[in-house]
């Protein structure tokens, strides 16, 4: 896997227990994910991302997920849900889609009991420094609407790149950074699959296909990718895990079930991916 980019995308704590099980089922399989030369996270996948190229073991991680373990309380509202909603979804046109997001993004209100970046630490078990393998952290400049992926020679703590992947808009106020706002890597798009175009071969995992309103789904973004010359693999919740993850990807409850349902998803997959073995 020298030349393999692992792209983990987002969709919150549930969806990202559903990663985590479907990392540590082809782990199981003989398909290491820690191998791969590049790890390119957003939003969850940012922070599973990260504490994996840091050199946490997918096996721990997923077992943490079924022990209910590392759990993130959003508590969104409906309110929040509408306004965005109402931010993302009334035009067709992606640009004008982000700028109303980051606006709306100014918004919100920090509380004591949901600051995102003690959040990310907690996440990360530690992990404050770069690794010394390749990471890529996606996150979107709330004026210009354009995806970055931060890295270590960006010159960005490493809490503050994942805290940026991670601030849903109207949950989380912007992140400011390097002189700019910061807003989730995913609200441009869910697996940002582009930012592994300089690979020979991509396995991309990302438990929300599509962002909210006129956006780039992972799976045209694979398609692309194909088109282009490089090997592409995109696994995606079947139907048995969408009915394990549920509509709620906040839903705390869900995640041991995804997890497992990921695992056994995982566990298949691995049967068609002989080249990374």
Partial sequence: ??????VLGGGGPVGGAWT??????LAEAGVDPAAARTVIGTSAGAVHGTRLACGQDVRDLYERQLAGLD????????????RFL??????????????????????ARPTPDRDLHDTVRDLLGGHTAWPDRPLRIAAVDAATGQVEAFHAGTGLDLVDAVAASCAVPL????????????IDGGTRSTGNLQLAADHRRV???????????????????????????????????????RRAMGRDLTADTR???AARAGHRQGAAVAAALTDLR
């Fill in 171 to 182: 949950l989380w106020p912007p992140v400011t950074a390097l002189g700019r706002q910061w």
């Fill in 71 to 82: 759990g993130v309380a959003m508590d969104v509202t409906l309110a929040q849900t509408a």
């Fill in 20 to 25: 985590l099980g479907v990392l540590a089922g």
């Fill in 203 to 241: 396995l991309a995992i990302t438990p929300m296909p599509a962002a909210v309103g006129p956006h780039p789904d992972a799976r045209t973004q694979a398609a692309e990718l194909r088109a282009a010359g490089t090997r592409t693999t995109l696994v995606v919740p079947d139907r048995e895990a």
């Fill in 86 to 107: 109402w931010a993302a979804l009334p035009t067709r046109d992606p640009e004008r889609s982000i700028r109303r997001l980051a606006r709306a993004a100014r918004t």
């Fill in 255 to 257: 995640r041991p079930a």
């Fill in 1 to 6: 896997m020298h030349d393999t980019a692992l």
